[in-house]
């Protein structure tokens, strides 16, 4: 069992940052992957990044490539999306989620909205 809590939402008007971060407790941290995603009102969830178990590889949408940064922290079982010039499209639900022994686990989901 794995559980999943993110923080870091609020209201940012366009150009600025917000960093949102995700703490896990459950299994061991450093076993899996864990991702972001983000759901927009009336639109589908939808990939933004990923990082990979030792934090070696990160994988980007299009969308937020060279704006957004994954990172974690095995020692803190914390993972961090920091998001810069952000534009009012990446106004979302933002989602941590990772996959562990075959299992899919979310958080509750932060809400981010930037203004124009």
């Known amino acids: 069992q794995v559980q999943l809590v993110e923080s870091g939402g609020g209201l940012v008007q366009a150009g600025g940052s917000l960093r949102l971060s995700c703490a896990a407790s459950?299994?061991?941290?450093?076993?899996?992957?864990m991702g972001w995603f983000r759901q927009a009102p009336g639109k589908e969830r939808e990939f933004v990044a990923a990082?990979?178990?030792?934090?070696?590889?990160?994988y980007y949408a299009d969308s937020v490539k060279g704006r957004f940064t994954v990172s974690r922290d095995n020692a803190k079982n914390t993972v961090v999306l920091q998001m810069n010039s952000l534009k009012p499209e990446d106004t979302a639900v933002y989602y941590c989620?990772?996959?562990?022994?075959?299992?899919?686990?979310w958080g509750q989901g932060t809400q981010v909205t930037v203004s124009s």
């Open positions: 990082i990979s178990k030792s934090g070696g590889r990160t």
């Open positions: 989620h990772c996959l562990s022994l075959g299992a899919s686990y």
């Open positions: 459950g299994r061991t941290f450093s076993s899996y992957a």
